[in-house]
């Protein structure tokens, strides 16, 4: 999920002429049916949900029903011309297949290209933070940006479309169209990639959202296999981590962050490392001091930060509070392994990371490979996302200009997992320098509980945090 820069804290008529998404494969009943027709089963192509654990989709003659389960929603979607059904609990009864939409999270808007259903969308909130270089070009004069100053413009925008997608906490004031979805909440790697099906449902594009689902799970297995197969005796330890300076939003109290996301637990495991568990029961571990912090950080092998402030190695050094003299007691400071999930940007410094590899776990699961193992494919093989801080490796930043095709499906970056031949592993090598061999499970740290802010305290400021994150660019 992306929704603004954390600057404090820090989608059925289309339009699109010959790219229009009816011209092309992977939808079912892009016409209306005749009004009060149709009572007979519509939908042969059914999306089935395997991994996510937050949607449900039911499956009826003439509709559907969506569940959302974190925000608790139950959308009907009904063919466009049926007769509307009936549903118990219902939170919006939508005409399918949508042709007018609108989303507030970058995530969902990437869920959408990927769709190749972007002719649909009229309004994008949040539009400076998006780094898909098709939708900036369709942003240029298009897709309008939500009217996010005006209250009034927002809603009347907002009820112009059939649906609005949004992320809970967000803006839906006199709004009978929101849809949310939790894409980001999810605990699995894969779970996130399949919230395509949640999407696709409204477009009554469910083969596509099947095929490209089908597509990433198997290329993500494939490379989990490999990883796991190679280098099962020599796992790297990695925490995700961050640091929060002090800001209105942790009342002015510094804290340090190792992550606890599931999803992030599939990946580290996936690609043959260990992850730094430092569970306390709150989604993740907030250390009131840095010694606290660093000495959960002894072990490790491998950094992945994720502070909101973007910065150089040196700057992440001393927030961290690792002094020169220092940098030998830790392995991953000792040898320059840190990394940042931000090395795609759009011009405005919004981050692709709430984007694509949202969608395209197969390719976010490569990247976490090639940082636990960097020689794992012969030639040079470099991260989409994760830039080399150690090395203070340079952002790349995306356009408009660089879109080709603006109603092209969004492409997996992903390389085909069954054409690499997976390399052996040197653990004499310098890519393994400090790594333990024969360690094949997590690592399991004790945090002294006076070490951390207190769960309830946690809770505020991850309160505080996703309330932020509303008005901002979320590390989470
Ligand atoms: C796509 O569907 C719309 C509305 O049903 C129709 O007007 C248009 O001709 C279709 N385009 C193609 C290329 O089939
Ligand atoms: C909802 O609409 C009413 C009437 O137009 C307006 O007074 C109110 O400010 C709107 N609420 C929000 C939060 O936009
Ligand atoms: C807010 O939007 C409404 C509806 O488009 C418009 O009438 C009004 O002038 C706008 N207010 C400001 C302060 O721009
Ligand atoms: C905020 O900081 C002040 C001063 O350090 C402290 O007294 C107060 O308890 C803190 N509030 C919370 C909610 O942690
Ligand atoms: C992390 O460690 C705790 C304590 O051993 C354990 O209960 C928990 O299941 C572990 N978390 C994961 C995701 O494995
Ligand atoms: C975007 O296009 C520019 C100009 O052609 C190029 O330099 C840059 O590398 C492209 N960005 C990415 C991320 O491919």
């Not at 395997?50 to 499956?59: P, R, T």
């Not at 340090?256 to 996301?261: C, E, G, M, V």
Request: net charge negative; hydrophobic share 40%.
């Amino acid at each position: 999920m992306k929704l603004a820069a954390l600057a404090a804290l820090a989608a059925a008529a289309a339009v699109a002429g010959a790219e229009s998404i009816n011209s092309t494969q992977g939808l079912q009943n892009t016409e209306c049916v005749a009004s009060g027709g149709a009572t007979k089963a519509l939908f042969a192509t059914k999306s089935e949900v395997k991994y996510a654990q937050l949607f449900s989709i039911e499956y009826h003659d003439t509709y559907k029903v969506v569940n959302d389960k974190a925000a608790k929603g139950t959308y009907v979607l009904y063919q466009c011309g049926s007769e509307r059904p009936s549903v118990k609990g219902a939170s919006a009864y939508i005409p399918i297949p949508v042709s007018s939409v609108a989303a507030w999270s970058t995530s969902a808007a990437a869920f959408i290209e990927a769709l190749g259903a972007q002719d649909r969308v009229k309004n994008l909130g949040t539009s400076p933070s998006i780094t898909s270089a098709c939708l900036q070009e369709l942003l240029a004069d298009v897709i309008k940006p939500f009217d996010e100053g005006n209250a009034t413009s927002v809603d009347q925008q907002e009820q112009s479309n059939t649906v609005v997608f949004n992320m809970i906490g967000g803006e839906d004031a006199n709004t009978t169209n929101t849809v949310y979805s939790s894409e980001y909440l999810e605990s699995s790697a894969l779970g996130r990639s399949e919230w395509i099906k949640y999407f696709g449902v409204f477009f009554n594009a469910e083969e596509r959202a099947n095929a490209l689902f089908d597509a990433i799970s198997s290329n993500y297995e494939c490379f989990t296999g490999k990883a796991n197969s190679k280098y099962n005796e020599l796992r790297p330890l990695i925490a995700w981590t961050s640091y929060a300076e002090p800001s209105s939003f942790n009342n002015n109290t510094a804290y340090w962050q190792i992550s606890d996301a599931g999803y992030k637990y599939d990946l580290v495991r996936d690609a043959g490392a260990r992850m730094l568990n430092t569970s306390d029961g709150v989604s993740a571990t907030m250390f009131k001091s840095s010694a606290a912090f660093l000495k959960a950080l002894t072990e490790v092998d491998i950094i992945i930060d994720e502070s909101f402030v973007s910065y150089t190695y040196d700057k992440l050094l001393k927030n961290y509070g690792v002094s020169d003299a220092d940098k030998k007691k830790y392995s991953w400071a000792a040898a320059g392994r840190v990394f940042r999930p931000d090395r795609i940007q759009s011009t405005a410094g919004g981050l692709d990371w709430f984007e694509a590899p949202v969608v395209f776990a197969d390719a976010l699961l490569q990247d976490v490979i090639r940082v636990a193992h960097p020689g794992f494919a012969k030639g040079a093989y470099s991260p989409i996302w994760f830039r080399d801080l150690s090395n203070n490796q340079a952002v790349a930043v995306v356009g408009a200009s660089n879109c080709t095709n603006m109603y092209a499906a969004s492409k997996d970056p992903s390389a085909t997992c069954s054409s690499i031949d997976f390399q052996n592993a040197d653990p004499t090598g310098s890519d393994y320098t400090g790594v333990d061999v024969s360690q094949t499970g997590d690592v399991v740290f004790d945090v002294t509980k006076s070490d951390i802010v207190s769960a309830a305290a946690a809770l505020r400021t991850a309160g505080a945090a996703v309330i932020a994150c509303l008005a901002a660019l979320c590390l989470a």
